[in-house]
């Protein structure tokens, strides 16, 4: 079985791929354990002990769930949306992993229930909910790691469509096909009003706020609660598409909540973060023009300098350098977790926007990281593992 990929989006998985690379990091976790809770004892903080994930089936929400699962030992929720297999047609990447990681949570008897379900609808919330009090569940950790690209608002009933524009004028950047390595320039018309504001409805706080508002009313949030969302920044090179893009305005969105949740959450000695993650190849960001280019890019140079991370060497820092830290969490100015701190450093920078300058059609593979970018990209719909035989007969189901 072969990947299928149109403009870089990839239209098939493959299940002993997908279920390969859960596997690889269950196995990093379950290494980064004695590690994490070297680090909680230190920091004189507790490990979490139930964890809901809402987006858990890839990218940085499966990280999060398999740190909380077989790094901490924590009883796990998620929720995430997957297209289920057929006899003829597979599934997404996310419903084989899901599958992966409740073997391997029952493998080593650890709780975990995954709904696939709309996470914007109040049903979800519910059904959540009814689990908790059924189970005696009370959640100490609340996750929140959605990326979609429309929302249904629960209260009106109205479908938002979230769009990647710059805002005020066009943009023209350089873009690569992954599959034959070819640039070309794009150029983007910008967001309109309601075009910004759907895109706020659907990856900014609400739905956020909405999840945390129920589970507390429910009474099914331990005292003490963190919940943390994930945003992004990234450099000047990305700005125009990407911060001070529509998809910028969400996530300011998204950390203004924060900081109203923490506040919200303060009386139960809860709180909410966000955590400014670094830039990595997951299904939502490959389809970012301009930020493809400048992700293969950044690679070369974190490489060079030995600071490469994908998701799950993210969370684990995440866990083990801030959240388990001796005394308050360490924060920016606007109360940000920053886990993009090696991604934005200067010389990472410097050298990054260097090979950008210097990159052509005709020397694209010697200047930035294609080969790694096209392995990450092909690694989230299980393609490109090693020890996966890929001309064996699939069963999708
Ligand atoms: N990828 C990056 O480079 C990067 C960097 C920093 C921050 N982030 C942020 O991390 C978060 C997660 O992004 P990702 O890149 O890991 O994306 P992803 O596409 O790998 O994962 C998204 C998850 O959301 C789930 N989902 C989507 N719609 C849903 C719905 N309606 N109901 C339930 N589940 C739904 C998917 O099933 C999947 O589990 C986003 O907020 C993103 O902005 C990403």
Request: proline fraction near 5%.
């Amino acid at each position: 079985m072969t990947p299928m990929i149109r403009s870089n989006i990839c239209l098939n998985a493959h299940p002993a791929g997908c279920e390969a690379m859960v596997k690889a990091w269950i196995d990093r976790s379950v290494k980064a354990k004695p590690e994490l809770a070297t680090a909680a004892r230190a920091g004189g903080k507790n490990t979490p002990q139930t964890v809901l994930v809402l987006g858990c089936s890839t990218g940085y929400g499966l990280a999060s769930r398999v740190t909380a699962a077989f790094s901490c030992g924590a009883r796990t929720v998620g929720v995430s949306l997957d297209q289920e297999p057929t006899e003829v047609k597979p599934g997404t990447p996310g419903w084989y992993g899901n599958r992966a990681f409740d073997a391997a949570a029952a493998g080593k008897s650890l709780y975990a229930v995954t709904f696939n379900a709309d996470a914007f609808a109040d049903g979800t919330r519910e059904k959540v909910i009814a689990l908790a009090k059924a189970d005696g569940l009370r959640f100490d950790q609340v996750i929140y790691s959605l990326a979609s690209p429309v929302r249904v608002d629960p209260a009106t009933g109205i479908m938002h469509r979230s769009v990647l524009k710059p805002i005020g004028e066009p943009f023209t950047g350089r873009t690569f096909d992954v599959v034959t390595s070819e640039m070309r320039e794009v150029t983007i018309q910008p967001a309109t009003d309601d075009e910004v504001a759907a895109t706020v409805k659907v990856m900014g706080g609400e739905d956020w706020e909405l999840w945390i508002k129920a589970l507390s009313e429910a009474g099914v949030l331990a005292p003490g609660c963190a919940t943390f969302a994930y945003s992004y920044i990234g450099p000047e090179y990305t700005a125009m598409i990407y911060r001070k893009g529509a998809i910028g305005r969400a996530k300011e969105h998204l950390e203004q909540t924060a900081r109203s949740l923490a506040q919200y959450l303060g009386p139960l000695g809860g709180t909410a973060w966000v955590a400014v993650n670094k830039a990595v190849v997951t299904r939502a960001s490959a389809v970012i023009p301009v930020v493809a280019l400048y992700l293969a890019a950044l690679f070369k140079t974190m490489k060079e300098l030995g600071l490469h991370e994908d998701c799950l060497d993210q969370i684990l820092r995440l866990y083990r350098d801030r959240l388990f830290a001796k005394g308050p969490v360490p924060v920016d100015s606007e109360r940000r977790i920053r886990m993009d701190d090696w991604e934005l450093r200067a010389d990472v920078q410097e050298a990054t926007s260097r090979r950008l300058a210097e990159a052509t059609a005709g020397n694209l593979d010697r200047s930035v990281d294609i080969t790694g970018f096209r392995h990450d990209f092909l690694e989230a719909h299980g393609f490109d593992l090693p020890g996966v035989d890929y001309d064996a007969e699939v069963s999708f189901r």
